[in-house]
């Protein structure tokens, strides 16, 4: 039987499509989606250019904002205060005229002639999302939908849908009722540009409280001296990003996809592991590599690049945030839109972005992060027209101080870890919940996990006939199975995570990450350290711990005696140091002795 035609179910009955709709600005009419007819006419202006529509500056574009909005009827009141400000201040102060008349004469009305075909872009998705994937026996569900907690499954939206969506957050149009029910997190752009209003305003307000009123035309200034240029060069890259894509639109496919490790035992399902499982496993530790320089969005070995995120997310990159995540989603945006329809992580789940641009450079960390140009992005695509750049966002324990050391916290890390390194697409499994099952006491497969036929518990599958689901699951190379790409083969690109504002410990999470990249048989890991000081002895410990040929087992054990001494207050020296007494000293003579030895 081959798959059924998606054309033969009509818009409304759409289950996915109207898991997203309430979240959506466009409205549904006689099987169809459409703009309001006030929007329209209101967009239709914007993209006649400035001569007609009359925006030329941050202010009049922002009145144009709040015009649209009420078209959609969305209230002024859900967008944060400062955001007419933030406009005003970015597009007429902080950039130069040459950028500004570009932008309201050339981009802005590309952007409205985008909007104005998101209600086919979205129609066409749809029509094609049933098929997309697809294989004798069965089809894959990859249509835009809200994606909860709990529910594995796959969303592929082509880019030039990506841009449209994102231009309605640039405007505002997303209807901000019920997503925080929903644990959906912020997704217009008002917080991005309220903040850059608001800092300098504390700016300002500090220099007012410092010299007093009559002084403070004297500071004026100074104050962009003082004013965090991070948030204004966030926006940069994506005011740069609208401007690539109005220029030239681009034709891939980009996949996010929401992996689950079962917290019920499952049949043909990996189950969330126990501290048991880990302490028994005899997997083999794969390649680890200690990379002291270079980020990891620059590697070049097609590596999945781990996201240190928020469990919400994109974390604060729509609102005042600029770490390592932040930064990822500014100069790769196609990220942003999976806040849209992918509700915060539980403990058990990671979610992967496949394909996703990048599409500007930049410098610095935190506060020193700035744009730093337009950047052409040389991954090749896959058969499915994603780009090769693989990112996983897994969310550490923050602030954990002590507790991390504690088994519960400890399994729990590198479960979230396991989750997301897993090959959860490699083989096929039916629904989109996990169901339960009477069996042993771990619910998982020791044997399965440390085999080439990983078994999965991500991918949304219908299956046509049942008579085929045990063999299309059991043998994934099998005629007809189900593989996006030949993921097993990829490694993992990571470095401290939650090692930064979330507090935890360094040499702790590389073990840990170690462990669930060996487990996950993947057949190596990439560590960048970004020169931590903790960190600087961690490619002698792995020679030594990959001479000795230790299995996971062996790993586990050590991180698990070394963690309750440490919670318990038997050591305060770090991992590597407790594991190898002699490291430290040895490393001493050798930098006297003006050698290198390993330990």
Same mark, same amino acid.
């Given at each position: 039987?081959?798959?059924?035609?998606?054309?033969?179910?009509?818009?409304?009955?759409?289950?996915?499509?109207?898991?997203?709709?309430?979240?959506?600005?466009?409205?549904?009419?006689?099987?169809?989606?459409?703009?309001?007819?006030?929007?329209?006419?209101?967009?239709?202006?914007?993209?006649?250019?400035?001569?007609?529509?009359?925006?030329?500056?941050?202010?009049?574009?922002?009145?144009? !904002?709040?015009? !649209?909005?009420?078209?959609?009827?969305?209230?002024?009141?859900?967008?944060?205060?400062?955001?007419?400000?933030?406009?005003?201040?970015?597009?007429?102060?902080?950039?130069?005229?040459?950028?500004?008349?570009?932008?309201?004469?050339?981009?802005?009305?590309?952007?409205?002639?985008?909007?104005?075909?998101?209600?086919?872009?979205?129609?066409?998705?749809?029509?094609?999302?049933?098929?997309?994937?697809?294989?004798?026996?069965?089809?894959?569900?990859?249509?835009?939908?809200?994606?909860?907690?709990?529910?594995?499954?796959?969303?592929?939206?082509?880019?030039?849908?990506?841009?449209?969506?994102?231009?309605?957050?640039?405007?505002?149009?997303?209807?901000?009722?019920?997503? /925080?029910?929903?644990?959906?997190?912020?997704?217009?752009?008002?917080?991005?540009?309220?903040?850059?209003?608001?800092?300098?305003?504390?700016?300002?307000?500090?220099?007012?409280?410092?010299?007093?009123?009559?002084?403070?035309?004297?500071?004026?200034?100074?104050?962009?001296?003082?004013?965090?240029?991070?948030?204004?060069?966030?926006?940069?890259?994506?005011?740069?990003?609208?401007?690539?894509?109005?220029?030239?639109?681009?034709?891939?496919?980009?996949?996010?996809?929401?992996?689950?490790?079962?917290?019920?035992?499952?049949?043909?399902?990996?189950?969330?592991?126990?501290?048991?499982?880990?302490?028994?496993?005899?997997?083999?530790?794969?390649?680890?590599?200690?990379?002291?320089?270079?980020?990891?969005?620059?590697?070049?070995?097609?590596?999945?690049?781990?996201?240190?995120?928020?469990?919400?997310? /994109?974390?604060?990159?729509?609102?005042?945030?600029?770490?390592?995540?932040?930064?990822?989603?500014?100069?790769?945006?196609?990220? !942003?839109?999976?806040?849209?329809?992918?509700?915060?992580?539980?403990?058990?789940?990671?979610?992967?972005?496949?394909?996703?641009?990048?599409?500007?450079?930049?410098?610095?960390?935190?506060?020193?992060?700035?744009?730093?140009?337009?950047?052409?992005?040389?991954?090749?695509?896959?058969?499915?027209?994603?780009?090769?750049?693989? !990112?996983?966002?897994?969310?550490?324990?923050?602030?954990?101080?002590?507790? +991390?050391?504690?088994?519960?916290?400890?399994?729990?890390?590198?479960?979230?870890?396991?989750?997301?390194?897993?090959?959860? *697409?490699?083989?096929?499994?039916?629904?989109?919940?996990?169901?339960?099952?009477?069996?042993?006491?771990?619910?998982?497969?020791?044997?399965?996990?440390?085999?080439?036929?990983?078994?999965?518990?991500?991918?949304?599958?219908?299956?046509?006939?049942?008579?085929?689901?045990?063999?299309?699951?059991?043998?994934?190379?099998?005629?007809?199975?189900?593989?996006?790409?030949?993921?097993?083969?990829?490694?993992?690109?990571?470095?401290?995570?939650?090692?930064?504002?979330? /507090?935890?410990?360094?040499?702790?999470?590389?073990?840990?990450?170690?462990?669930?990249?060996?487990?996950?048989?993947?057949?190596?890991?990439?560590?960048?350290?970004?020169?931590?000081?903790?960190?600087?002895?961690?490619?002698?410990?792995?020679?030594?711990?990959?001479?000795?040929?230790?299995?996971?087992?062996?790993?586990?054990?050590?991180?698990?005696?070394? *963690?309750? +001494?440490?919670?318990?207050?038997?050591?305060?020296?770090?991992?590597?140091?407790?594991?190898?007494?002699?490291?430290?000293?040895?490393?001493?003579?050798?930098?006297?002795?003006?050698?290198?030895?390993?330990?």
């Amino acid at each position: 039987m081959g798959c059924i035609a998606s054309s033969s179910r009509t818009m409304e009955h759409r289950e996915d499509m109207n898991s997203i709709l309430p979240f959506l600005p466009v409205v549904m009419r006689s099987s169809s989606l459409f703009w309001p007819s006030h929007t329209v006419e209101a967009i239709k202006s914007l993209s006649k250019g400035p001569n007609i529509s009359n925006v030329t500056s941050g202010e009049s574009l922002f009145d144009c !904002i709040s015009d !649209i909005r009420s078209s959609l009827k969305l209230s002024s009141l859900t967008l944060a205060r400062y955001t007419p400000e933030g406009f005003v201040l970015f597009f007429d102060e902080l950039i130069s005229r040459v950028e500004a008349r570009k932008w309201f004469e050339e981009v802005l009305p590309s952007l409205a002639n985008l909007l104005l075909e998101l209600p086919s872009l979205l129609e066409s998705h749809y029509q094609n999302a049933d098929d997309l994937i697809c294989r004798a026996q069965f089809h894959v569900k990859t249509g835009l939908r809200l994606l909860g907690p709990q529910e594995a499954g796959m969303v592929f939206l082509s880019q030039e849908l990506i841009g449209a969506l994102l231009a309605c957050a640039l405007f505002c149009l997303f209807p901000a009722d019920h997503r /925080g029910a929903n644990d959906l997190p912020t997704i217009n752009f008002d917080l991005l540009f309220s903040y850059v209003n608001l800092q300098l305003l504390l700016c300002a307000f500090k220099a007012y409280v410092s010299f007093g009123g009559g002084k403070f035309f004297l500071m004026e200034g100074s104050l962009y001296s003082s004013y965090k240029e991070s948030q204004e060069s966030k926006i940069k890259c994506i005011i740069h990003y609208f401007e690539r894509i109005c220029s030239v639109r681009p034709v891939g496919v980009v996949s996010f996809e929401r992996k689950v490790l079962c917290l019920e035992q499952v049949i043909k399902h990996v189950s969330y592991p126990e501290a048991d499982f880990w302490g028994k496993s005899v997997t083999r530790l794969c390649p680890f590599e200690v990379r002291r320089e270079g980020l990891i969005e620059d590697q070049s070995d097609g590596a999945l690049e781990v996201d240190f995120a928020n469990k919400y997310l /994109g974390g604060g990159a729509l609102h005042r945030g600029c770490v390592q995540e932040e930064i990822r989603f500014m100069i790769n945006p196609e990220l !942003i839109v999976g806040m849209l329809f992918l509700p915060c992580m539980d403990d058990n789940e990671a979610i992967e972005i496949v394909g996703a641009e990048r599409f500007s450079n930049y410098t610095g960390y935190a506060s020193s992060f700035r744009f730093s140009g337009d950047h052409i992005d040389q991954k090749g695509f896959d058969s499915f027209r994603r780009r090769k750049t693989r !990112i996983v966002a897994i969310d550490a324990l923050c602030n954990p101080r002590t507790r +991390q050391y504690k088994l519960n916290y400890l399994l729990r890390e590198t479960n979230k870890a396991f989750c997301g390194f897993f090959v959860q *697409s490699k083989c096929v499994v039916e629904g989109a919940h996990c169901e339960r099952k009477n069996t042993d006491s771990n619910g998982i497969s020791r044997n399965m996990l440390q085999s080439d036929e990983l078994p999965s518990s991500s991918t949304d599958v219908e299956m046509i006939d049942a008579d085929c689901r045990s063999q299309v699951v059991e043998n994934p190379d099998r005629k007809g199975s189900f593989r996006l790409d030949d993921e097993e083969t990829v490694g993992i690109a990571t470095g401290n995570w939650g090692c930064g504002a979330f /507090g935890g410990d360094p040499e702790l999470k590389a073990m840990i990450q170690w462990l669930a990249a060996s487990q996950a048989a993947r057949p190596s890991i990439l560590y960048y350290t970004f020169g931590i000081e903790a960190l600087q002895n961690l490619d002698k410990v792995v020679e030594w711990i990959a001479s000795h040929e230790w299995v996971v087992e062996e790993l586990w054990n050590m991180v698990v005696e070394y *963690s309750s +001494q440490r919670f318990n207050g038997g050591t305060d020296l770090g991992f590597l140091s407790w594991l190898l007494p002699s490291l430290s000293s040895a490393v001493c003579e050798d930098q006297e002795d003006g050698i290198s030895e390993h330990p």
